[in-house]
């Protein structure tokens, strides 16, 4: 079953403008991390935040997290056309060592 | 440094036919998992290890088999396939459970005709 859920699914954009995606999830968790998937390729690891942190920065990539309201977003500033990818949050569901749940993703298309 | 590996990366199986998928990291991770991906469906896990000579079951586990016989290695079988196991299989790992990133390998597309 789904844990996260991104929004929007699909996003276009022009390089130099910024792109954010949202990220929802129903159930208490310990940590929560963004992923990006090129077209035919594996995920990458972007960025971890833990559930007592509120905002975390890598280079471009800027990630908060609310748990009061359950969501994280990512903000890809200044994009580029590499950015083009589609997106993933993933959480863990807060309690022993379960693997992480992902999200169906967000396609993002940065337009040179 | 190779990361983790995904053999073969195509495959084409009649339904029916059995196969397995290795995964193999060289990064001394502990955790290890197997997932599939969907159009419109993101990543299901299908089973996961948390150590060598351990596995456990994740979401959509049937249909599919696992071992862990060496800490660096995870295999995934069909036993017999069918035409909804047509999907790209991912396989990752991690240093440990929680509270680390994982790396996953380039996937494979597996057709079931």
């Known amino acids: 079953s789904q844990q996260g859920e991104e929004d929007p699914q699909a996003l276009s954009i022009q390089e130099g403008e910024n792109a954010t995606m949202n990220c929802s999830y129903k159930?208490?968790?310990?940590?929560l991390q963004w992923y990006r998937q090129n077209s035919g390729r594996g995920l990458v690891h972007l960025i971890l935040?833990?559930?007592?942190?509120r905002e975390k920065h890598s280079g471009r990539l800027r990630v908060t997290l609310d748990t009061s309201k359950k969501s994280s977003s990512l903000l890809i500033t200044a994009s580029r056309a590499a950015d083009t990818a589609s997106y993933f949050c993933?959480?863990?569901?807060?309690?022993?060592?379960?693997?992480?749940?992902f999200g169906k993703g967000t396609r993002l298309s940065v337009i040179a | 440094n190779a990361g983790v590996t995904q053999t073969p990366k195509f495959r084409v199986l009649k339904t029916g036919q059995s196969m397995t998928l290795l995964c193999a990291q060289d990064?001394?991770?502990?955790?290890m998992y197997w997932y599939r991906q969907d159009p419109g469906m993101g990543l299901r896990l299908i089973h996961y290890s948390v150590g060598e000579g351990t596995t456990a079951k994740g979401e959509v586990p049937d249909g599919y088999n696992v071992s862990r016989l060496k800490k660096q290695n995870f295999l995934l079988g069909l036993e017999s396939a069918a035409p909804s196991q047509t999907s790209v299989y991912f396989c990752?790992?991690?240093?440990?459970?929680?509270?680390?990133?994982?790396?996953f390998g380039s996937g494979t597309r597996l057709t079931v005709v």
């Open positions: 990752a790992s991690s240093y440990r459970g929680q509270g680390y990133g994982y790396t």
């Open positions: 159930t208490s968790i310990n940590n």
């Open positions: 993933a959480t863990d569901r807060g309690s022993g060592n379960t693997p992480l749940v």
């Open positions: 990064m001394n991770h502990e955790y």
């Open positions: 935040i833990r559930s007592n942190e």
